[in-house]
T-cell receptor, first 112, second 114 residues
Framework: EAGVTQSPTHLIKTRGQQATLRCSPISGHTSVYWYQQALGLGLQFLLWYDEGEERNRGNFPPRFSGRQFPNYSSELNVNALELEDSALYLC???????????FGPGTRLLVL | DQQVKQNSPSLSVQEGRISILNCDYTNSMFDYFLWYKKYPAEGPTFLISISSIKDKNEDGRFTVFLNKSAKHLSLHIVPSQPGDSAVYFCAASDRDFGNEKLTFGTGTRLTIIP
């Protein structure tokens, strides 16, 4: 069974640009979560989508947004990129709200 | 405010011995705890979890212990193997209030010495 997949693996942008990161959950999983791991920090919760709706968001500014599509895949958009947005962005999926989260390999975003 | 803390950034253990990784939390609303293992350039891999209604959960070589009164949990790996060398993250959530987001510790790098 295929795991969580993310694309691209690496992304280089300049300050002020927009970045779009994509995630495909494990087949049958309806919940998708996004986390940020900045250098030297732990994983910080960004967003949670379930059944196409945003259910919760972490302590991040509104320029971090996303959506979940009818096939449960998800997109994370980061607008007006800042240097400190450089981080590993991890997507996780679960069967439902009370089920274990399984992580993808991440997208490493570098903002120059 | 770091609600989940892993105070040991690194740990070295001889192959075959027991590895004990520790985690403390401050939020008394947390009722579900997990351990993840992470290799470089990969996402975290789920290892084992425990609900607050239990104080121990075993899965093969991995056992997680939960001490609610001390707000402390630990992961025991017995026997330790070279493939266990990775960064281990403790995570917690408060499911009672429908908050499924995970709060992670900063990780402990475990090195198994052959």
């Amino acid at each position: 069974e295929a795991g969580v997949t993310q694309s691209p693996t690496h992304l280089i942008k300049t300050r002020g640009q927009q970045a779009t990161l994509r995630c495909s959950p494990i087949s049958g999983h309806t919940s998708v979560y996004w986390y940020q791991q900045a250098l030297g920090l732990g994983l910080q919760f960004l967003l949670w989508y379930d059944e196409g709706e945003e259910r919760n968001r972490g302590n991040f500014p509104p320029r971090f947004s996303g959506r979940q599509f009818p096939n449960y895949s998800s997109e994370l958009n980061v607008n007006a990129l800042e240097l400190e947005d450089s981080a590993l962005y991890l997507c996780a999926s679960s069967l439902g709200r009370f089920e274990t989260q399984y992580f993808g390999p991440g997208t490493r975003l570098l903002v120059l | 405010d770091q609600q989940v803390k892993q105070n040991s950034p690194s740990l070295s253990v001889q192959e075959g011995r027991i590895s004990i990784l520790n985690c403390d939390y401050t939020n008394s609303m947390f009722d579900y705890f997990l351990w993840y293992k992470k290799y470089p350039a990969e996402g975290p891999t789920f290892l084992i979890s425990i609900s607050s209604i239990k104080d121990k959960n075993e899965d093969g070589r991995f056992t997680v212990f939960l001490n609610k009164s001390a707000k402390h949990l630990s992961l025991h790996i017995v026997p330790s193997q070279p493939g266990d060398s990775a960064v281990y993250f403790c995570a917690a959530s408060d499911r009672d209030f429908g908050n499924e987001k995970l709060t992670f510790g900063t990780g402990t790098r475990l090195t198994i010495i052959p």
